[in-house]
């Protein structure tokens, strides 16, 4: 009897992401990977992007799911919501997948194969491992903070990952349940910083392959000077105790 593959699940936050999440989706069915589900997790985008999600998921119930937030209070709040329903549905792999195109969802499949064929606690998709990429059209002052917010939070945090505020990632359900998902702290970008900081400190492995990363096509992007100073103090809060659950 051959053994099931192990139930994945993409957990995409929105708002306002309309043009992009049919497209996504379309992406994600596309792949060779017989067991995979889409949970869209909406934040009442005034554009109609929950009812576009759930258009979808009436015409494959099997495969996709939404969860509707009423409130926009953060990525890592919404990734929390959706990854908690994801491993209650009976997720083996949670991945988490921004809505906006620019992570390759060609890659999926690889970044699969690695987690579960090695000792991967969690797998990143890197823009800075061999063989990664960031887009072409990002200006240079850009790749440059990028390239220091990624120096700044490993020499502070030790984490020694290339890409350590990489925002697709698939990971193993028995990582979230060890690293406590619900006590997660951190919201925005630096949700990611804390999720990569808990994994660390519970001598859990982080492995990364490279993907190219890309510039949205559609819509405007959530980056604001709010998350900019958020994600600048992420690790301080970590180290002075918000990562010890």
């Known amino acids: 009897m051959l ?26 069915q596309e792949l060779p990977l017989e067991n995979l589900h889409i949970l869209v997790v909406d934040d009442n985008s005034p554009d109609g992007t929950g009812e576009v999600a759930d258009k979808l998921a009436a015409d494959n119930p099997e495969r996709i799911g939404v969860l509707h937030r009423t409130e926009k209070d953060g ?24 809505a906006d195109l620019s992570h390759p969802a060609s890659v999926l499949p690889v970044m699969i194969e690695t987690l579960t064929g090695t000792d991967a606690a969690v797998v990143l998709g890197s823009r800075y491992v061999p063989g990664g990429s960031t887009a072409a059209e990002w200006p240079w002052h850009r790749k440059a903070l990028s390239a220091w917010a990624n120096f700044y939070v490993n020499a502070l945090l030790r984490l020694h990952v290339k890409d350590a505020t990489a925002g ?40 990364e392959v490279p993907i190219r990363f890309e510039e949205r096509v559609k819509g405007a992007s959530k980056m604001s000077l709010g998350v900019q100073i958020e994600s600048a103090l992420a690790p301080w809060k970590l180290l002075l105790g918000g990562g010890r659950k």
Do not use: C, H
């Open 75 to 98: 990525l890592g709040r919404a990734y929390i919501a959706g990854m908690t329903r994801a491993l209650d549905e009976g997720a083996d792999i949670v991945v988490q997948m921004d």
């Open 3 to 28: 053994e099931a593959s192990p139930k994945a699940v993409v957990v995409v936050p929105t708002y306002n992401e309309r043009e992009n999440l049919p497209v996504l989706v379309g992406l994600l």
């Open 168 to 207: 697709f990632k698939a990971w193993k359900a028995e990582t979230l349940r060890a690293i406590d998902l619900p006590s997660v702290n951190s919201n925005g970008y630096s949700f990611q910083v804390e999720m990569n900081y808990r994994t660390v400190k519970r001598g859990l492995t982080i492995r």
